[in-house]
């Protein structure tokens, strides 16, 4: 689990354009090369009002946050003055020790008015404002800002804090014993009057999430499937080599006459016939000069016959009696060879027809190429098996509604139907009511099932009846990797583990955040599972992508958001664009969902760029084969 930080400038100049910022870059370098993670960066003039609602915005979110600048004697300095006020603990130690250090190597750290204090539960640090000045004061207490925050996140595990030291996420489906940010979720039992009234979670920027997920789900065990078992989705765990050579005789590649070419055109008597599947009479004769086969496309050329004349360039010249041909006129040369494909001509025997790897797709090459390789059976990566639940007491699969209050389950569907079209094999284990007990259970029973991994919505949030996190902690013995991600819909996504290398995706309850959840994170890590790969950029592709409307888009200051659009091919810019569908982006709206094939990246809002606009270049994440507009 990592820290996060919002990294804030201010300065007048960086604000309006007219110099760069050359500090926030330098202290994202040193927090990011100390393991934090950047999640909030941002320029404000100097100027109380905008330094406070940022600080305070961000301390919603964040575990430190710098803010550089406006830290001199000038009287246009105010960041001492504007984040003093907000403090709930003054950290004076902090302060003394940046500037101790800053003095070794310059007296003229003795004028800048750095201050550290507690926001929020947010280590708040201010450092003067030039790059060499900011990076030195940090520089000096970096090591102890892990601490810090370990004592101001009162709600926050101390094993999740010192945890960010620790190397990466373990290699594979395996829970991480050295301890994850488990055992801060509600304790189950608990009254309601003593939850937590913040979330323990930190929320993971959306890429990193991903990462962390990859760290912990392997690749399935080999299986054997018989040709017959074999569907679109499945993966080669080893390649295929081709049996026999195809064709595995010498066959005529059109209907005609088998010759010897050596003979030329001229009238010969019909011996019978080599058709297809039916070769006894090649079986028996064979063709010798002055004498002809009848013979059908992809049968046996005959011994002795050396090329096949079409029947277009020949004449009955004699039939018998009961309507055999009995003489035919070759009207035209072949050459020795022509239209015979010899053995092996399309496959040589031994070839590898398809690698390691290979996902079986539904364009049919594949299984038609596994099929002529004359294999009985093939060995492939196991199918994942995914139990899907949805959870809530409002939830109902009836067209009619019989009570107020209920509400259509569509979540469960949708990701069914996702689940199939990644070629899982889903488990349905219906609508759960909120009762840790039944879902305990019901989760309990995915893991009997075989199945490797599970797939909620609802109830991660803070509402009282949200009991996903402490059901998995408390119940099942889970470890939550990560419990919300800094993104828009989904922000209370949840992956967990649980024993056994199974792995549970949590997905929030409103609709179009658990689909945008599931195709964010769930399928890529599904599809590594499935033995699709390991590279995240191949299993979660995207494309640069022309945003195409509405006109323009007021983007999240907090959250990146990712809006479900149509992405198209356009022909003739030669360009793809993505069209945001809806510009209603609830969450709530499952309906945004309905066309989308594409997830655009809107970046978090700034001062500097508010909006998106129609030509502006974005990201597409593909969900979906895009469309094509010629
Ligand atoms: N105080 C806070 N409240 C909420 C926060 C927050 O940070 N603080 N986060 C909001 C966000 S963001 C989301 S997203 C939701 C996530 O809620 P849950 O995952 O706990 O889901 P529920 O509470 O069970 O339901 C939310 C909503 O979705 C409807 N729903 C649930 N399941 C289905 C389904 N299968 N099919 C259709 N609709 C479903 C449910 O009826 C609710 O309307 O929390 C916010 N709250
Ligand atoms: O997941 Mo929520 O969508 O951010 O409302
Ligand atoms: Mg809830």
Not at 71 to 95: H, I, Q, R, W, Y
Request: hydrophobic residues 45%.
């Amino acid at each position: 689990m990592s820290l996060t930080a919002g990294i804030l400038t201010v300065s007048d100049k960086c604000s309006q354009g007219l110099a760069q910022d050359t500090s926030g870059p330098a202290l994202r370098n040193l927090l990011e090369s100390n393991n934090w993670v950047v999640t909030h960066t941002d320029i404000v003039p100097d100027e109380t009002h905008q330094i406070t609602q940022t600080v305070e915005k961000w301390s919603q979110t964040c575990h430190l946050v710098v803010v550089s600048g406006g830290t001199g004697l000038a009287s246009g300095d105010v960041t001492v003055e504007a984040l003093e006020p907000l403090f709930t603990k003054k950290l004076p130690s902090l302060a003394i020790a940046m500037v101790a250090g800053s003095l070794r190597i310059t007296p003229m750290a003795a004028l800048s008015q750095v201050t550290a204090g507690i926001v929020n539960e947010t280590v708040v640090v201010a450092v003067p404002g030039s790059k060499k000045g900011s990076t030195e004061n940090l520089q000096q207490i970096i090591g102890v800002l892990p601490h810090a925050v370990d004592t101001a996140c009162a709600g926050r595990s101390t094993r999740q804090i010192h945890n960010m030291q620790a190397p990466a996420l373990c290699g594979c489906s395996r829970v991480d014993d050295t301890g994850s940010p488990g055992g801060v979720s509600e304790k189950l039992g608990a009254s309601v009057a003593g939850r937590a009234r913040k979330s323990p979670y930190p929320m993971v920027p959306a890429d990193e999430a991903l990462a962390m997920a990859f760290g912990y789900v392997g690749v399935l065990p080999k299986a054997i499937v018989e040709l017959s078992a074999v569907r679109a989705g499945m993966v080669l765990a080893e390649p295929v080599v081709a049996r026999e050579p195809v064709p595995a005789y010498r066959a005529s590649v059109m209907d005609g006459y088998a010759v010897v070419a050596d003979d030329g055109p001229g009238d010969y008597c019909v011996l019978g016939a080599s058709t297809a599947g039916k070769n006894s009479a090649v079986a028996e004769m064979s063709v010798t000069s002055g004498s002809i086969m009848r013979i059908t496309t992809g049968a046996p050329v005959p011994p002795g016959a050396d090329a096949v004349v079409m029947v277009e360039d020949t004449q009955l010249l004699e039939a018998s009696a009961d309507g055999e041909e009995a003489k035919v006129r070759v009207l035209a040369r072949v050459q020795p060879g022509q239209h015979i494909r010899p053995v092996g001509f399309d496959v040589a025997q031994g070839t590898e027809l398809l690698s390691a790897s290979t996902v079986i797709s539904g364009v049919g090459g594949e299984i038609g190429t596994l099929a002529l390789s004359g294999n009985k059976s093939f060995r492939i990566y196991a199918v994942p098996r995914i139990a899907v639940i949805s959870t809530g007491d409002e939830l109902t699969d009836s067209a009619e509604m019989s009570l107020q209050g209920q509400v259509r389950d569509s979540n469960r569907p949708a990701l069914i139907c996702a689940l199939q079209a990644l070629g899982c094999d889903v488990v349905d284990l219906g609508i759960v009511r909120d009762d840790p007990d039944i879902l305990a259970a019901t989760m309990a029973e995915a893991l009997g099932k075989g199945c490797h991994g599970i797939i909620t919505s609802g109830g991660v949030s803070m509402g009282e009846r949200d009991w996903l996190r402490p059901v998995i902690e408390q119940r099942l013995d889970g470890k939550i990797v990560f419990g919300r991600v800094l993104m828009k819909p989904a922000k209370p996504t949840t992956f967990a583990m649980l024993p056994q290398g199974r792995f549970v995706f949590a997905l929030p309850g409103n609709p179009a955040s658990a689909v945008v959840a599931f195709h964010m994170f769930a399928a890529p890590v599904i599809r590594k599972l499935a033995g699709h790969g390991d590279r995240i950029e191949a299993l979660r592709p995207s494309v640069r992508a022309v945003f195409c409307g509405p006109e323009e888009l007021v983007l999240d200051h907090v959250r990146p958001e990712y809006a479900r659009a149509r992405l198209c091919w356009n022909s003739q810019l030669a360009v793809w664009q993505a069209e945001v569908l809806d510009s209603r982006q609830q969450s709530s709206r499952m309906a945004s969902m309905a066309g989308a094939n594409a997830l655009v990246c809107l970046p978090r809002g700034s001062n500097q760029k508010p909006v998106v606009r129609n030509g502006d270049q974005i990201t597409a994440i593909v969900i979906a084969p895009p469309a094509f507009n010629y």
